[in-house]
């Protein structure tokens, strides 16, 4: 196998399996931040119950996350050696800084919050869920952060023998870029949390268990997913639209499969590009609304793929499908809760068991979708690894082979899937034990 296909194969096996956690981590902590507030100042024992079950369940998140998390580290070294040799100076600070908050911030006040009550929680329980959620949402904004560097590199200068220095933190950590993409993959985080939080609560209605805290779950995840699932597309999705049409516009092209540069573009809604005859085949349009959203006007022109070189496309089929897939996921999430939110104003949710089923069977696809704006993201990027300055090609170490990175790739997918099977043994034991069986300490 290629070198650079392999390692690519690798860190998008590792990356996308180890992406399913933090989106855990990131969207649940809001509500152990919730109940173990209220448990620690209202001293209500069914949100002490709340409090224990989802944080027992935020931890096995961290924990799978933690582990899956460290073989990418060292794939910098191992397999993209040129590339952290060029750019290690930049892309360094925030990996470092995402460091010190996932392994000191969190995984010390989360220890606190596991095994150091007894009883009801107490005050200082309910600032180390703060100081927990504080340090999950900074560790997953300074990810974001190395990765906006690549998609749009800012306050670096070319060093000499290939290598970019930074000359402005403040410019990386606060770009444009990091602020909208973070702002984009947090709402789908927390899209997500919301949405597990109300599967939960449906599965419990319709197993006649747990009555009263499956309503509260039910109506926060429900409540919470629907402004969620708005802000999703406005304004966060937008904006990342108008970055990826200002800075990438190729990739623009890309995700709406648009090869011919067009005056009054259409927005695709279904169809399926074919690179090789460079065209969509049977669409379904909307006229105009591609040039609207992407310049604010109708009749603007919007470069088609034409207008790039064939080399700086990147893969055209999976970015398009991948945009598609999260863009379709998103809107279904709206209407889904859109209806509950209005089965929930006519006090009918709790007895609509076609839309409890629904909910139940709704908790994975966002998951999908999430992944799929991954996918969309650095799929979207190709072919470059630091977009304008460095191809993935150049990127990759030139000493290991595709042979041996393939080797490593069998062993990581038998270590994951085991690692995978033993993590929904765990979320699912805890959710067949119920809330009110939430061990007071935690293991």
């Not at 196998?1 to 096996?13: K, S, Y």
């Not at 460091?99 to 107490?122: D, N, Q």
């Not at 099977?421 to 034991?429: A, Y």
Request: proline letters at 5%; hydrophobic letters at 50%.
């Amino acid at each position: 196998m290629e070198t650079v296909l392999a390692d690519r194969l690798q860190f998008a096996f590792t990356v996308m399996f180890h992406y399913l956690f933090p989106i855990g981590t990131i969207g649940l902590a809001p509500f152990v931040v919730a109940y173990t507030w209220k448990a620690a100042h209202g001293g209500d024992p069914e949100d002490a119950a709340a409090a224990r079950f989802w944080t027992t369940i935020f931890a096995v998140n961290f924990a799978a996350g933690v582990v899956t998390g460290i073989p990418m580290e060292f794939q910098f070294g191992t397999n993209w050696a040129a590339f952290s040799r060029s750019s290690g100076s930049v892309v360094g600070q925030p990996l470092a800084m995402e460091g010190m908050f996932a392994f000191f911030l969190e995984s010390i006040f989360l220890g606190a919050l596991l095994y150091g009550r007894r009883g009801k929680p107490t005050r200082f329980m309910a600032w180390a869920a703060v100081m927990v959620c504080l340090g999950s949402w900074l560790s997953g904004y300074f990810i974001v952060v190395t990765d906006a560097w690549m998609q749009h590199p800012v306050g670096y200068v070319a060093g000499p023998n290939g290598t970019y220095q930074l000359t402005d933190i403040w410019a990386v950590v606060l770009s444009s870029w990091a602020r909208w993409q973070f702002a984009h993959v947090f709402i789908g985080a927390l899209l997500t949390g919301s949405l597990i939080v109300a599967g939960v609560g449906a599965y419990y209605l319709l197993a006649k268990r747990e009555t009263a805290l499956a309503k509260r779950f039910v109506r926060s995840g429900i409540i919470a997913a629907f402004v969620l699932s708005i802000l999703a597309a406005f304004p966060t999705g937008d904006i990342n639209a108008d970055d990826v049409t200002k800075y990438q516009p190729v990739k623009l092209a890309a995700m709406e499969g648009l090869f011919q540069s067009t005056h009054g573009a259409p927005l695709a809604i279904i169809g399926m590009p074919d690179s090789k005859s460079r065209t969509l085949l049977d669409p379904v349009f909307v006229p105009g609304i591609l040039s609207y959203l992407a310049y604010g006007n109708f009749g603007a022109n919007v470069n088609g793929l034409e207008a790039y070189p064939r080399e700086f496309w990147p893969p055209v089929e999976l970015t398009y499908y991948a945009y598609h897939v999260m863009v379709g996921l998103g809107t279904i999430f709206g209407g889904i809760t859109a209806l509950a939110m209005l089965l929930l104003v006519m006090r009918r949710l709790y007895s609509t068991p076609l839309m409890l089923w629904v909910l139940m069977l709704l908790v994975p696809f966002p998951y999908i979708a999430n992944e799929a704006g991954w996918v969309v993201s650095e799929v979207g990027r190709q072919p470059w690894i630091v977009y304008g300055l460095m191809r993935t090609a150049a990127g990759s170490s030139p000493t290991v082979s595709g042979g041996e990175t393939l080797f490593t790739i069998i062993g990581f997918t038998g270590l994951y899937f085991l690692l995978g099977v033993l993590f929904l043994s765990l979320v699912l034991r805890e959710i067949g034990l119920g809330p009110s069986h939430a061990p007071e300490v935690a293991v």
